[in-house]
């Protein structure tokens, strides 16, 4: 049975820094690629970063550029998503999703986490 939990939101001024966490289990990061979207009220879901199984490439969109870092400990099932340099516009519920090839179309995900709320303010 693949599940997903993630940890590590809550409330950050901007500016901030905060590390995400996703841990899985049923199967192993060297199966699957595996990505964080976030969902802000009345938004869209947008992907964030992902991270490829088979060699480790990573990919982030334009807005997350140089402020997140997706990273993995295999030993631990851990997927991390590392933010720094926050702004109120990352605030949102930000879920790890597997169980598809490398994208940044949520469809193509077959697995999702619950999410863990992020939010930026003053």
């Known amino acids: 049975q693949v599940q997903l939990v993630e940890s590590g939101g809550g409330l950050v001024q901007p500016g901030g820094s905060l590390r995400l966490s996703c841990t899985v289990s049923?199967?192993?990061?060297?199966?699957?690629?595996i990505a964080w979207f976030r969902q802000a009220p009345g938004k869209e879901r947008e992907a964030v970063a992902c991270?490829?199984?088979?060699?480790?490439?990573?990919y982030y969109t334009d807005s997350v550029k140089g402020r997140f870092t997706i990273s993995r400990d295999n030993a631990a099932n851990t997927v991390y998503l590392q933010m720094s340099g926050l702004k109120p516009e990352d605030t949102a519920v930000y879920s790890c999703?597997?169980?598809?090839?490398?994208?940044?179309?949520?469809?193509?995900?077959?697995?999702w986490g619950q999410g863990t709320q992020v939010t930026v303010s003053p």
């Open positions: 999703a597997t169980g598809g090839p490398i994208s940044f179309d949520s469809q193509d995900y077959k697995y």
């Open positions: 049923g199967f192993t990061l060297d199966y699957w690629s």
């Open positions: 991270m490829s199984n088979s060699d480790g490439s990573t």
